[in-house]
């Protein structure tokens, strides 16, 4: 028998939820005069809705073009309600999540799909746009970690989604969320986005499967030849400006002013809601258990912002009854987060990001600055910078025990090897390290090292093909020489 049952609140009622340094750092709230419908003791309908971070208590619905609260210019982040995502219970969202998880029904089988309810309630099933997400593989780095002294290290592989980076998680929200205005009859003739190369080539690739018009801000000779291919390839409209990624953002957010352009940077928190997902992934795939360190490179700090989300959205809904620590690595020459952790977060300045290898993090002016600071205030947080010495080095070590790491990956490790050297990991802790793109994105990076071509880089895993004559003689000496 189905019972129906109507449960209406009245009052807008406001929930903080204090970090173990007392701060504030996540708000649940839910919404004026809301109606929740029950179906079988579960409700029907799942609601989320825009609100400005800064605690002036605007919101709006996800369905309106808006990046930031009318009333203070505070960023918006997606608050869900909580009290109706409670009615299933811990058990049974783990249950929900497992039975979804990478199977074939659409677009349930996509890991951040099979969360919809925590991600994206308000899209129906008919405008999502997936390409199956998430479900990557969690590397046990087994050999890196016996050269270390760890013996339970993992590298979350986001580089196996689909356009080859973890800009997918959150894509597939966002352009759903996109299809589904313009299904609505809301006048939108495009979305565009600045990038360093990795949202630019995840942006083009979902407006391609779902024939919406992308318009992409790339800064010209920053991102690699892989990245740049990948929008022209899907038909993007692909601007390669004479600036920076600071300087591209800066002109997209006037474009996306004008009428009909949606913008699709990580100012809009619909993206982040994908990205939270790596969170939760990873504990599921861990049987629910929750690690010890996660380390994850930063730029624009979105993506350190959500996984935190993640986290506390699982504790809130009792899946998970810790936190793990979370660490920011980012590029010594991009490193305004490292600057304002030095000064206890009291102070911040945008810099001018240098150039760097890992150049999909070369931003100076992060837009999800207060956001992570209030993510690492709460996961016991650390920000570690590494140089491009340390970067490229670190990258190759990785390869040599079975990865093909991007640069940015090689920030994360290089972080890893200086928290080791430090004392600050125990030999027992489950550490993870984010894994941000595919190495095959990254090739100029790879041959530029093995070369020996890269500016401020020494060197120290380095190899290259031999070149020996066709005769079985010297190559039989050849491969003795290597394995004796
Ligand atoms: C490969 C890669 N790693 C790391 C990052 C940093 O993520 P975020 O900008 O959200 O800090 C990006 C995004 O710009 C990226 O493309
Ligand atoms: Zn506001």
Known sequence: MVRLCLVVRHSASYKYISGPDHSQHFISFYSKNSIAVYKNGFPMEYRSWFYCIEGCGETYPLNE??????ACGGLLD????????RVRGAAGWMRLFDERYRRTEY???SSVWGKKEWVCPAVDDQHVVSIYEGGSNLFWAERLGEELGLGDLWVKQCGNNHTGSFKDLGMTVL??????????????????????GDTSASLAAYCASAGIPAIVFLPRDKVSVTQLIQPISHGALTLSLDTDFDGCMEIVQQVAESEGIYLANSMNSLRLEGQKTIGIEICQQFDWEVPDLIIIPGGNLGNVSALGKGFLMMEELGL???RPRIVCAQAARANPLYQSYLKGFDEYEPIHAESTVASAIQIGNPVSYKRAVRVLKAFDGKVEQATEDEIANASARGDLTGLYNCP?????????FKMVEQGEIRSTDRVIIISTANGLKFTDFKVGYHEDR???VNVRHGQSPLELPARYDDVVR???RVLS
């Open 65 to 70: 073009i808006i990046y930031r609260c009318r």
């Open 78 to 85: 997606v608050a869900h309600d909580m009290d109706s995502l």
């Open 107 to 109: 677009p349930y089988g």
């Open 175 to 196: 352009v759903s969320m996109v299809n589904q205005m313009i299904e609505e009859g809301q006048d939108i003739r495009g979305i565009a986005c600045a990038s360093t």
């Open 320 to 322: 998970i009854d810790k």
């Open 408 to 416: 940015h990956t090689g920030v994360a490790l290089a972080a890893l």
């Open 454 to 456: 890269l500016d401020g």
């Open 478 to 480: 050849a491969i003795d």
